[in-house]
């Protein structure tokens, strides 16, 4: 089955510590995207990528990185300059950069203490 | 910037019709889709309206207005598996095209 998945579903860390989240899909898909969802409020664009090699800064990429060294594979590593990490990290993928259809993965829920 | 507003939360009965309002803000629209996201699971693709006017998908429609700034998720004959949260998100120039979600509105579907 297609789709794209995320692991690990949980992930704790201590303060200071830099913590890397996966993301990877077999959709075949050029765009792919990390986005933040704290509690009650809707997603927020951390950082996007429209090709392999390439990717841009969304609205909250202080304190996040990513590569995108193959198409397939779209890593966020979560440093510890993010000043409040603990959140729900969905990550994305279409079949372009401006499809009106994105495809989410299950998610990883981050709690840094 | 984009603005979205969406209520926080609706209620209703199963087999009942609800509408969910979403108006927004935006720099050189190109379109306004809706989201479903059940409580911490993904959110999936519902509908895209792009131009004026109503798009239907089953029990799921959505309709926009551009010249009001507006759009609403209408769901028919609601079951149980309809709570979730639904989330408006807009395409637009000023956020290179890449899509301003929404803060989400509860949907509560009541026996």
């Known amino acids: 089955d297609g789709g794209i998945t995320q692991s690990p579903k949980y992930l704790f860390r201590k303060e200071g510590q830099n913590v890397t989240l996966s993301c990877e899909q077999n959709l075949n898909h050029d765009a792919m995207y990390w986005y933040r969802q704290d509690p009650g409020q809707g997603l927020r664009l951390i950082y996007y990528s429209q090709i392999v090699n390439d990717f841009q800064k969304g609205d909250i990429a202080e304190g996040y990185s990513v590569s995108r060294e193959k198409k397939e594979s779209f890593p966020l590593t979560v440093t510890s300059a993010q000043k409040n990490p603990t959140a729900f990290y969905l990550c994305?993928?279409?079949?372009?950069?401006?499809?009106?259809?994105?495809?989410f993965g299950p998610g990883t829920r981050l709690t840094v203490t | 910037g984009q603005s979205l507003e969406q209520p926080s939360e609706v209620t209703a009965v199963e087999g009942a019709i609800v509408q969910i309002n979403c108006t927004y803000q935006?720099?050189?629209?190109?379109?306004l889709s809706w989201y479903q996201q059940h409580d911490g699971g993904a959110p999936t693709f519902l509908s895209y309206?792009?131009?004026?006017g109503l798009e239907e998908t089953g029990r799921f429609s959505s309709f926009l207005s551009r010249s009001d700034s507006y759009g609403y998720l209408l769901l028919q004959e609601l079951q149980m598996k309809d709570s979730a949260s639904y989330f408006c998100a807009v395409r637009d120039q000023g956020s290179a095209r890449q899509l301003t979600f929404g803060s989400g509105t509860q949907l509560t579907v009541l026996p």
């Open positions: 309206n792009a131009l004026d």
């Open positions: 935006t720099s050189g629209f190109y379109g």
């Open positions: 994305a993928s279409s079949i372009e950069a401006t499809a009106y259809e994105q495809y």
